[in-house]
């Protein structure tokens, strides 16, 4: 019975989830029933019978893209569609008795793939060391532990009735070792790890828009349900994976985990599938930039040496690998290297990246959003004041909150802890003995307040609420004054709100408490019970600014970066904190307002506003949409379970590794300690990886149209091919080489001051530039060749000096391009980067003398050649200089 409810696991595939009518049965039956078909019982699994299942069913993980093994992954290196075409020109060099340059090619396509898979398989492991250290984990009951040794976990959710609360230890565990049977707890702010059958809830609100779309929550219950809803989603007693709990708690029976949920269903169906960012389209831009002018100029250079010179096959081959050499080959394995490098320094200043192409939106962010607690302040919040209505000290205050705190089984936020350090309370009341607890009405962002009922050793039972001021006295009817109850009128409520402003103007959080006594006979609680409550007074929280945060804020504002506040505190509190940490206070924007904006008003307001309070949680979506659709690349700084919805909307979500599950599978990027100026050195790295790969797409497209205009014009003058096929895609092998150490280098300062963007037409203005110089001087180059040397009627001598040119000159000129300053004057490459530019300039000169020499094609050259070539290179790098710098004054760096 039980192995029908789960998954066939690693033994036994299957390609479907788990059946709509098993789900269905164990929906249609009772708590009881549910434990007994999967033969387990609420006190949870042993660890051995999990151990058991685990082996049995497998990991409890949806499905990602396939990985392949490392032969699967070389082959589909070699099988791409350029190492085809490579492979196709090598056969058809073989078949026309040019067996050597068969060979050569062959070679250098596997040589190429070879140094690919081991960049990318390197790569990949490093990803995957760094997404380890991020790990989501639920709480689970198990048998083997006691209840007093029990490890206390962030999501304590008690069990309320029907079913008795289990008497086991409960501890958390990673998310792919839950396993059918397992029993789980669920609060505010988790994520459901498997497809879990609700045992017992209280308001339990799921959201489910990562599974359905939905965008408002639904509503779980316990018990059975009793007909078969339009669709299995539709069960209210089953959540269902990759949902989240928006409020309330429950008690859940696993059912089904990894591949057999309906949430591993959709992965598994879209594992092939993912999104562009915006990184990804900017390449894809480029590949087809490159594409069309290799459209244009293969074609010409095929027709010209056709029909100049009469043998169409030689012609025909000297195009395609004209292609080849036009064709960016090594983009990809360059930008791997560039964002596993990145990724990896990331790592050593403490912010590890989940997704590596979100690596260049953090270098193009221009505004960061970011809350309010623990970022902008110490995170160390402080109950400085209890005070009743009129700001006078009260200890009943103090008591009530901390009963509400105490009994509480949602996500204990900082405050809640802040309170449950006064000891002596909980000793004066004597919590344990003198207060049952008889049930609780969950917190949720829509109330912004939570409730707990308890009963007292004489059988009177108190609602006790604490919440937002505003929410809490809006269901307030009477208030406490020295210990009468009087009513709360207009000229009172004044009163009351110049209380919490001068505490909130003293940048003090503040927090209402309120009370009423339940009769004895209710039994059923929900939100309509909290209405006329006695307001008791407010406990006022202190969370005093980071040091390191103003610094923070004009280090971000010195490069580009923007800060904004985007918070569900109130507005006094968020002015107080941003004016001491140097953030403008001018203008604010509350909730309220944003509700009642059109987008178009809200878009306008947004650019000029670095304060937004009391926000709910979509309204802090809408304002990072609003400030998106002014054309900004937004971030989102955010660890609670009030930023999921932000998380995502942002071009990067970032979070911390103590945040709540939903935020964290939410963000792009984890930091490891809640700090700016660690994200501020992050968005360095970013830019730093940025730069380096736009490096080399300036220098790969320049250098190649430089290499077509050339071509082009050689074809039409000379009686023979300016460069036989073999050595055009070693010329163009040997380049790439150089450029594989790029990841490595230094970026100026001056290019990481301001956010970085995908500028194809800078690209191509830049490329319309450069390549004219280089191409120039090839021409110069042919002069000397044909009148100089003596090549007019030697083929292999006109070949082999273009070649040794043609690959220093394009060496060489990265060291012109890689900076927008003087090169080694005022920016000098990393050694790696030297090291591999002056090793490929030294094996191009070797070449021509070489033992390969005859079979490339080669021969030696006269000395005259190799005193010339100093002064033809010297003064290309010269003439580059110059339009590099004329560029950068007309169109800045790009």
């Not at 789980?184 to 790890?193: A, M």
């Not at 105490?406 to 003995?433: C, F, I, S």
């Not at 021509?848 to 050259?861: E, H, I, K, N, Y």
């Amino acid at each position: 019975m039980f192995g029908s409810a789960v998954l066939p696991g690693r033994r036994a595939r299957s390609s479907q989830p788990a059946s709509s009518d098993v789900v269905l049965r164990i929906a249609l039956q009772s708590p009881e029933g549910a434990l007994t078909s999967l033969q387990c019982s609420l006190d949870g699994l042993s660890n051995g019978e999990a151990a058991e299942r685990l082996g049995k069913y497998g990991p409890n993980v949806v499905a990602r893209n396939a990985r392949r093994g490392a032969v699967l992954h070389f082959i589909s290196l070699l099988a791409s569609p350029l190492s085809l075409l490579l492979f196709a020109l090598a056969v058809v060099n073989y078949l026309t008795g040019q067996g050597w340059s068969a060979v050569v090619i062959a070679v250098m396509v596997v040589l190429s793939s070879l140094l690919s898979f081991v960049q990318e398989h390197r790569s990949d492991r490093a990803a995957e060391r760094l997404r380890a250290m991020v790990a989501t984990t639920v709480t689970v009951s198990r048998k083997d532990l006691p209840g007093p040794r029990q490890r206390r976990t962030r999501s304590q959710a008690a069990l309320p009735s029907p079913l008795p609360a289990p008497d086991v230890g409960k501890l958390a565990l990673p998310l792919a070792d839950i396993v059918p049977g397992d029993i789980v707890f669920l609060s505010v702010g988790d994520i459901v790890p498997a497809d879990v059958r609700i045992l017992s809830c209280k308001d339990l609100f799921l959201s489910q828009a990562s599974l359905t779309g939905e965008s408002m929550p639904v509503e779980r219950f316990a018990a059975a349900v009793t007909a078969q809803p339009a669709s299995v989603l539709d069960l209210s007693n089953i959540a269902f994976m990759g949902t989240n709990v928006a409020s309330g708690t429950a008690c859940a029976l696993v059912v089904a985990t990894g591949a057999q949920t309906a949430f591993g269903h959709i992965a598994a169906d879209l594992a092939s599938e993912r999104e562009l960012t915006s990184f990804d389209r900017g390449v894809n831009k480029f590949i087809w930039f490159m594409l069309r002018v290799m459209l244009v100029m293969v074609p010409l250079v095929f027709l010209v040496n056709g029909l100049t010179k009469g043998d169409w096959l030689e012609a025909l081959l000297f195009a395609v690998a004209v292609a080849v050499g036009l064709a960016p080959e090594m983009l990809p394995m360059i930008i791997t290297i560039n964002l596993a490098t990145g990724a990896l320094a990331m790592a050593d200043k403490r912010v590890i990246v989940k997704r590596l192409n979100a690596i260049q939106n953090l270098g193009a962010m221009d505004i960061l959003c970011t809350d309010k607690t623990g970022t902008l302040t110490q995170d160390k919040v402080i109950l400085e004041k209890h005070v009743d209505i009129f700001g006078n000290d009260s200890e009943k205050v103090t008591e009530y909150a901390y009963l509400n705190s105490y009994h509480q089984t949602g996500l204990k936020n900082l405050l809640d802890v802040a309170v449950l350090k006064y000891v002596d309370v909980h000793e004066r009341l004597k919590t344990d003995t003198d207060f049952k607890k008889v049930d609780e009405i969950p917190f949720d962002f829509q109330r912004r307040r939570m409730s707990v009922i308890v009963e007292r050793s004489d059988g009177v039972r108190l609602l006790i609420c604490k919440g937002a001021v505003e929410e809490v006295v809006s269901v307030c009817t009477r208030a406490e004054k020295a210990g009468e109850l009087i009513p709360i009128d207009g000229r009172q409520g004044d009163e009351l709100g110049k209380v919490v402003q001068d505490l909130n103007e003293d940048g003090f959080r503040v927090i209402a408490v309120a009370f009423r006594e339940i009769p004895a006979d209710e039994q059923k609680f929900g939100n309509v019970d909290e209405a006329n409550l006695v307001l008791v007074g407010y406990i006022a929280f202190l969370d005093s600014p980071k040091d390191s945060a103003a610094e923070a804020i004009r280090a971000l504002k010195r490069h580009g970066v923007t800060v904004k506040v985007l918070t569900g505190d109130n507005a006094a509190v968020s002015c107080n904190v941003c004016r001491q940490v140097g953030l403008n206070t001018t203008n604010v924007l509350l909730g309220s307002a944003i509700e009642a904006m059109s987008d178009e008003t809200l878009a306008a307001q947004v650019e000029a506003t670095s304060i937004f309070a009391k926000l709910a949680p979509q309204q802090k979506a809408r304002v990072i949409r609003a400030l998106q659709a002014g054309g900004h690349v937004v971030g989102y700084l955010g660890d609670g379970i009030n930023d999921g919805a932000a998380l995502k909307t942002a071009d990067v979500g970032i979070s911390v590794d103590s945040a709540v599950d939903i935020a964290k599978e939410s963000a792009d990027i984890i930091l490891l300690k809640k700090s700016l100026m660690a994200l501020n050195d992050g968005i360095l790295e970013g830019r730093k990886v940025f730069g380096n790969i736009l490096k080399y797409i300036k220098m790969s497209a320049s250098s190649n149209f430089g290499n077509m205009l050339s071509v082009l014009g050689a074809s039409a003058f000379l009686p023979f091919l300016p460069m036989a096929p073999v050595q055009i895609l070693l010329n163009n092998l040997l380049y790439d080489f150089s450029q594989t150490t790029v990841a490595t280098d230094h970026v100026d300062a001056s290019y990481m001051k301001q956010p970085r963007r995908w500028d194809l037409a800078g690209i191509g203005r830049f490329m319309l530039c450069m390549g004219p110089v280089s191409s120039l001087f090839d021409y110069l180059t042919f002069w000397l060749l044909w009148h100089v040397f003596g090549a007019a009627g030697n083929p292999a001598l006109f070949h082999t000096g273009w070649f040794v040119e043609s690959l220093l000159s394009q060496t060489l000129v990265v060291h012109i391009i890689r900076t927008g300053r003087i090169p080694f004057v005022q920016s000098r490459p990393s050694l790696p980067l030297l090291l591999t530019t002056l090793l490929i300039c030294l094996f191009g000169m070797w070449l021509p003398v070489s033992p390969f020499a005859a079979t490339l094609g080669f021969v030696p050259m006269p000395l005259s050649y190799w005193l010339a070539l100093p002064a033809v290179l010297g003064a290309y790098l010269l003439l580059s200089q110059w339009v590099k710098s004329r560029f950068i004054r007309r169109y800045g760096l790009s």
